[in-house]
């Protein structure tokens, strides 16, 4: 198994047996430090992470724990042992943050550890392309991107996709995208185009988050939506964290909070 045959801390202890692609296995109760580990794997930064206290020699708890397993282990392939089956060993973190890697597919992957991925179940809408395209710009910077798709709050998924907005303004509601762990909604315009409309994605847009893109394919002056934006937060005292214009393909920043 890859924690074992990689580095590993001495914070853990074997708690039984499951199985594993090579078919030796064991089921670990994970500690803090190798919660570190798993958090640095989610996020391509493994090389990045190393143990406090690392072992170069498997403990004699673990070989005889193996050895007493022999026969159980050698059953495993009809009778999986995997770590989702002992999710209650998990502490709660761990455990969610493993359902979350599968509510998620990867679509792409970049060199500089950029990641584009979709939701499990996902329903392209008519801004799909628009989404693709965003998607693969903040991808391409090296930022870890996740497309969603709506998901009605009383679901469990909801929870583990969506937790972050529980007990926020935002609970129940489902942002188009998940960039590095902030969500970010994305709000285009019904067709023909009027500078008007800049006003209603914005207002559409902080209804999902705090963070917004609009498109402004049309090329509204960034003076009409920054004196929209300075509105709302001056004078109506909005929560406003970011907001970007996608432009035909490229987006650019124009507020950011201070």
Not at 13 to 19: A, I, L, S
Not at 58 to 74: Q, S, Y
Not at 85 to 106: D, G, H, R, S, Y
Request: charged share 35%; with cysteine; aromatic share 10%.
């Amino acid at each position: 198994m890859h924690l074992i045959a990689s580095r590993y801390s001495n914070t853990w202890r074997c708690t039984g047996v499951y199985r594993s692609s090579y078919k030796n296995a064991l089921r670990l109760a994970i500690t803090d430090d190798l919660e570190k580990r798993w958090i640095a794997r989610r996020d391509n930064k493994l090389d990045e992470w190393k143990p406090e206290n690392e072992i170069t020699e498997l403990p004699k708890e673990l070989i005889d724990r193996i050895k007493e397993n022999e026969n159980r282990i050698a059953k495993a392939n009809k009778l999986p042992y995997r770590m989702i089956e002992n999710a209650k060993l998990l502490p709660l973190q761990l455990n969610q943050i493993n359902m979350l890697m599968q509510q998620f597919n990867v679509y792409k992957e970049f060199g500089n550890g950029g990641k584009i991925e979709i939701m499990e179940g996902y329903i392209p809408k008519t801004d799909h392309k628009d989404l693709l395209a965003i998607s693969k710009y903040f991808a391409e910077k090296g930022d870890k991107v996740q497309i969603t798709t709506d998901v009605h709050f009383k679901d469990e998924k909801y929870k583990e996709v969506f937790g972050g907005l529980i007990g926020t303004k935002y609970e129940r509601k489902c942002p188009d995208l998940i960039i590095n762990g902030k969500y970010y909604e994305y709000e285009s315009f019904m067709k023909p185009f009027k500078k008007e409309k800049i006003s209603n994605m914005l207002s559409k847009g902080l209804k999902q988050s705090s963070y917004v893109i609009i498109n402004n394919n049309k090329g509204a002056k960034d003076e009409y939506i920054g004196r929209n934006i300075h509105n709302r937060v001056i004078n109506e005292h909005q929560n406003i964290d970011e907001i970007w214009l996608y432009e035909k393909g490229k987006l650019r920043l124009i507020y950011k909070k201070k």
